[in-house]
Each structure stands twice: as C-alpha cells, then as structure tokens.
C-alpha cells in the first residue's frame, strides 16, 4: 500500500530560505540540492522537485534577496514623488537609506551583492540582477529623470561595493555629497539640491 503524500505547501519557501542560509555561511560555491536539502531539513528529492537546477534555486534566491533595499525604496516617503514629502533633500534621504541599509546585519547586505554579482558568471541570473537595476530605477525616477536615477543607481551600488570590499564605514555625508552631484541643479541656485 503506498504511503499518503504529506501535504506542505511551504515547503518550496523553506527551500529558498535554506538556500539563502546556506549561501551566507558557505558562499555560492558551498550551494548544492543536498546542502539545501540539510539545511531546510527536507528530502533531497524536494529540493530537485522544485528546483530542476541549482541556477533555478538561485533565480528564487536572489529574487527574495532583492527585496532589502528595493523594500527600503518603495516604501520610502521621500521617494513618493510628487506631493508632501517631494521637497525633501533626494540625496540626503538616500544616503540616510544606504546607511541604514549597509549599516543593518552585515551579512545580509554580503548575501544580497554575492548573489547579484554571480551573475557575472551565471547567465540565467542576469535577469533578475536587471529586474533589481530596473526596479530601483523606477523608483528613483519618481523623484528625477530615468537617466539620471539609472546613474545614481550605479553610484549606490559603487559605494556599498567599496565599503563591503574594503571593510571600510560608510560616509553617509561623503555619500550624499557625491549623490547631490548628480542630481540636475535647481534653477534658483544653480546648484544640484543638497550640494555643499
């Protein structure tokens, strides 16, 4: 007589967030369907059920791990565009962001740039990793022009890369200096809004 299936239907969530774990203590090169297996205390057979391959495992992995900073942007009241908190300084309220991103759990912030730079590697990540770039685009874009917010994007990711690879701290004012940069001037003073 066969067995009756246990239904879990949380089951494929618990994979992803094994798999996380399991990439924040052993790095991609640590990450296999039996580690996340282990890790998520689930048959390996699980793992390969919803995941036919490691990079499908990884598409999932770094889509949620996405989420930190993207999460900080949308909800961010200085992003909001048009309306009551539109005058607020954009530089000063994303380098306040960045801080209070890279200055959180450490390894969080590793977890999410080890994940978004495999894709350097790993082509079927390049996606997501584009999905992330496009998304907090978007947001930035409320508050200036695409192309603006598509360099500011790539000046954040510059200067939490430095502080990560350097072991260095965050200079939230240096941060908002160099944002302000980029910003267009304000017609009144001719300077970008929260230049010094």
């Keep these: 007589m066969a067995r009756a299936r246990r239904h879990d239907p949380e089951r494929r969530q618990r994979i992803v967030d094994a798999a996380l774990r399991v990439v924040g203590a052993r790095g991609i090169a640590g990450l296999s369907h039996r580690t996340v297996a ?3 205390d689930v048959p390996l057979g699980s793992t390969t059920y919803h995941f036919a391959s490691l990079d499908e495992l990884l598409v999932a992995a770094l889509r949620q791990a996405n989420e930190g900073f993207g999460r900080q942007l949308r909800e961010s009241r200085a992003l909001a565009g048009p309306g009551t908190d539109s005058d607020t300084d954009l530089a000063a309220a994303l380098a306040r962001l960045m801080g209070e991103w890279i200055g959180g759990a450490r390894t969080g912030v590793e977890l999410e740039y080890e994940l978004y730079l495999a894709a350097l590697r790993r082509p079927a990540l390049r996606p997501v990793a584009a999905e992330w770039t496009d998304a907090v685009t978007e947001a930035l874009s409320r508050r200036t022009d695409p192309t603006t917010a598509r360099a500011l994007v790539a000046l954040m990711d510059g ?3 430095q502080v ?4 260095g701290t965050y200079d939230e004012e240096y941060a908002r ?5 980029l910003l267009p001037t304000t017609p009144e003073t001719g300077a ?5």
Excluded at 177 to 181: P, T, Y
């Design 38 to 40: 282990a890790e998520a």
């Design 159 to 161: 200067i939490c890369l």
């Design 164 to 167: 990560l690879l350097t072991d």
């Design 177 to 181: 200096v160099m944002l302000a940069r």
């Design 192 to 196: 970008a809004p929260g230049a010094t």
